[in-house]
């Protein structure tokens, strides 16, 4: 059962026999030269990961999610929410496609509808992402989903990322109801 579709593409929740797939893709160096430490994660990298969102599912509602272009059930991506253990409080946006589905315009699709997915559904007032500077096409990615560049971080290792932002905006479906009922969300930027 899908979370929301676009246009083009189903964003579902990933399941145990996903793992092939998922671990194909968080093994592929390309994919994840960007991502985390910079490279591929083992199986049991992956497994481990994959119970963690199975995790986040049952504890949160959301996590990691995969990406597949309809019509077909296969895994071309993922893109969800993660919370980074060095930053509290913090949901940052996530994605990756193979590389065999790069140029097609997917991750904008995707990570538009991701972001209007946590607005919306999950109750978040504040989403941010980072971004290896070298990255100019994720980069571009966030600009055009409407996420706004901050600044410019060291990491703990003395690596640079680029930190984005996006708050709900104030004419969000979910704000409105919230004007309607007499509360406001003072999270919201």
């Known amino acids: 059962m899908p979370e929301f579709e676009t246009e083009r593409l189903v964003v579902r929740r990933l399941r145990p026999h996903d793992l092939d797939d998922f671990a194909a893709l968080c093994g592929d160096p390309v994919i994840l030269r960007y991502m985390d430490e910079g490279r591929p994660l083992s199986g049991a990298e992956t497994a481990t990961w ?24 296969r895994l071309i991506g993922f893109c969800g929410f993660s919370r980074p253990p060095d930053r509290p409080g913090v949901v ?34 504040r989403i941010e992402a ?24 060291e990491d703990d290792d003395g690596s640079s990322t680029d930190y984005y932002l996006v708050g709900r905006p104030d004419g969000s479906p979910r ?15």
Do not use: H
Not at 130 to 144: F, H, I, M, Q
């Open 175 to 189: 704000m409105a109801r919230q004007r309607e009922q007499g509360r406001s969300d003072e999270g919201t930027i």
């Open 50 to 73: 994959l119970d963690v969102t199975l995790a986040n599912y049952r504890e949160r509602g959301w996590g990691c999610f995969g990406v597949t272009a309809k019509p077909e059930d």
């Open 92 to 125: 940052e946006l996530i994605y990756a496609l193979a590389p065999s589905q790069w140029g097609r315009g997917y991750a904008t699709e995707v990570t538009r509808a991701m972001v209007a997915f946590g607005f919306e559904r999950c109750g978040l007032t």
């Open 130 to 153: 980072t971004v290896d500077p070298a990255n100019e096409a994720s980069k571009r990615v966030l600009e055009k989903i409407g996420m706004s560049y901050v600044g410019r971080g």
